[in-house]
């Protein structure tokens, strides 16, 4: 037996419910989230959409860039990359969010760390994207910021290394790709896999790339969200684990090729619309790395691991940030700030594995091959460790 | 504490314990930062300020042999307050060394360092060279207890009426150079912990915190 995700959600809970009692999982057509095939990551409920998005106001776009195959010639491909836009809100070089970051493992580029550990602010949307292309990522956000006699905001961009796939050297990403990414931009549901920046992307030897996830948070009558969108481009097969299961070292008893040993690196994107200071963000990010230990990291030497958390429940109006005499930020209360810390560490796993959930198999660069995560052999092993079930979400 | 000082310092015991606004009088917390430099490392109590980046008791100051002891007194001041350690009741005590060597107190010393700062009165004339300034930047205040052995610094404690968060703070302390400076903002007094679910802050502009670096610098 087989199904796709459509009829899987026509079944409703019926699959997931024998699953749990003593069926073997059934195979596994196409690619869909992990929730949705009942890998339940946490205690927190999801957001609507289980996303980024579904803080108020957060908008993600993607260009993807797939062109050629065969081998490589340097500056013409093949291409297997993009750039992600987020944007925390769309006036945000005008109005300024506070933000916190932390760097598990520096080797790597997240521009703006010093800005935010120094001024706490973020005034720019943050793009994500290829190695090589930082700067001129960096250089088409610069454009976008305002030109007059106050201080102009840092632009933020941040990479990771997908040579194993794609022609990096060549610099294939250009301003036009960044401003489509901006423009494209919405909320709702976002694209997951290999899309944008994640495109050639590679996650515990599997297809990796981009993923998302959020959380709900219901406390004192309010509402609010924690939300995550990772570029998952790190791990070693063997070390891949989901909600504890060891899947990484059960599929790598079987006869896989391996693709390469730890040596890159992940973004990790953390929104919520809770007021938040920037030293409180500055916590909220540190727990990310929790999220992603979960799912197998250890955040390698090599590896460029950092971490942005942004809240769009403070704005802070430019002209008042530089000049004046005092703005006033809403703060939460650090005896309130638990589930929140909770909250990144679920919505950081589960953004991991849905990026491998939604990754097909891709060939790149002089034939290069890098297999999906087996979601059929995933489930199965999840199966066995009595770790699949739960309510599907659609 | 005259009305115009941002903090008191109370000596006893070869300590000193620097008491911010009226401490014994109104439990609050206060955002703090703090540098160290040059490999300085008598430092307790650096945890939560660290992850919380707040202070809600007196800093202590001691000769390095004792640190241990007047930490101990720091928690009894604390517990005094609130036995389940919360943040914002004095714990955990920051405590600070001084690289001088610790005389020999009588066996009572705790009590009598803990009187003291309960009663906010210096029992005895200062152990080592301190000196307090004051200055202004524009409606703000800036006060300044600065610590020598010798010729040389040992630790800078800066403190602000102006309100600022701990980013800023720490833009401050990076302004002076001795082996440990901390900078206090009092412009916000926060609530308890759990009193409620949010508050505000006031938080100064880049050109009020220019001008306040410029005059920090001056002193």
């Known amino acids: 037996m087989s199904f796709d995700r459509r009829q899987f959600m026509q079944l409703g809970a019926l699959p997931l419910l024998a699953v749990q009692a003593s069926a073997e999982p059934a195979r596994v057509e196409g690619r869909h989230r992990a929730r949705d095939l009942g890998v339940t990551i946490g205690r927190m409920t999801p957001g609507k959409m289980n996303a980024i998005t579904d803080v108020p106001g957060v908008e993600v776009g993607h260009t993807t860039i797939i062109e050629g195959h065969g081998d490589l010639e340097v500056g013409k491909g093949p291409v297997r990359t993009g750039v992600t836009a987020i944007w925390p809100h769309r006036n945000i070089v005008d109005e300024f969010l506070p933000c916190g970051v932390d760097a598990p493992n520096g080797n790597g580029e997240l521009s703006g760390m010093l800005q935010a550990s120094k001024l706490g602010i973020l005034n720019s949307p943050v793009c994500l994207t290829n190695t090589s292309s930082v700067g001129m990522v960096y250089d088409a956000l610069q454009s976008l910021q305002p030109v007059d006699d106050l201080p102009a905001g840092t632009p933020v961009v941040g990479e990771t290394w997908d040579a194993e796939l794609n022609d990096t050297i060549g610099r294939h990403v250009h301003a036009a790709h960044v401003q489509k990414a901006l423009a494209a931009a919405h909320g709702g549901p976002v694209s997951e896999g290999a899309v944008g920046g994640g495109t050639g992307m590679i996650c515990y030897e599997y297809k990796g790339g981009i993923g998302t996830a959020s959380r709900r948070i219901d406390a004192a009558g309010m509402t609010h969200h924690v939300g995550v969108l990772v570029q998952a481009n790190h791990g070693s097969r063997e070390l891949l684990r989901i909600d504890g299961v060891p899947v990484g070292a059960e599929l790598s008893k079987q006869d896989r090729p391996k693709v390469r040993p730890e040596l890159n690196s992940i973004l990790m994107i953390v929104a919520t619309d809770a007021p938040f200071l920037p030293h409180q963000l500055d916590r909220l990010a540190r727990r990310a790395t929790h999220g992603l230990a979960r799912t197998g990291s250890i955040s390698g030497n090599a590896s460029g691991d950092f971490t942005l958390a942004f809240s769009t429940g403070n704005r802070i109006p430019r002209e008042a940030f530089y000049r004046g005499t005092t703005y006033r930020m809403q703060s939460i209360e650090q005896f309130n700030i638990h589930p929140y810390l909770e909250a990144v560490s679920e919505a950081v796993e589960e953004a991991i594995i849905n990026a491998l959930f939604m990754s097909k198999d891709m060939t790149g660069i002089n034939g290069n091959f890098v297999p999906a995560l087996p979601l059929t052999e995933t489930l199965q092993i999840m199966h066995s460790h009595g770790r699949l079930g739960g309510v599907a979400n659609g | ?219």
């Open chain 2, 1 to 219: 504490m005259g009305k115009s000082e941002l903090f008191q310092v109370v000596e006893s015991q070869h300590c000193q314990a620097v008491l911010f606004e009226d401490w014994n009088a109104i439990p609050g917390r206060f955002f703090v930062a703090n540098r160290s430099r040059h490999g300085f490392n008598a430092l307790l109590g650096n945890g939560v300020v660290n992850e919380f980046r707040t202070i809600s008791g007196p800093i202590l100051l001691a000769p390095s042999a004792m640190l241990g002891g007047v930490y101990d007194v720091g928690l009894r001041l604390a517990d005094a307050r609130d036995l389940e350690a919360p943040i914002d009741q004095g714990w955990p005590p920051m405590t600070v060394g001084i690289d001088v060597a610790a005389p020999e107190q009588p066996d009572d010393w705790k009590e009598r360092l803990l009187n003291a700062i309960q009663r906010q009165e210096s029992d005895r004339s200062p152990t080592w060279a301190h000196q307090t300034l004051t200055g202004q930047s524009g409606d703000y205040r800036l006060q300044v207890l600065e610590c020598r052995v010798g010729e040389k610094p040992s630790v800078t404690i800066i403190a602000t009426d102006a309100p600022m968060l701990p980013q800023q703070l720490e833009r401050l302390a990076d302004i002076d150079t001795a082996p440990l400076t901390i900078a206090v903002s009092v412009g916000n007094r926060l609530p308890r912990v759990a009193a409620d679910k949010f508050h505000q802050v006031d938080v100064i502009s880049e050109e009020q915190l220019t001008s306040l670096l410029s005059a920090a610098a001056a002193r």
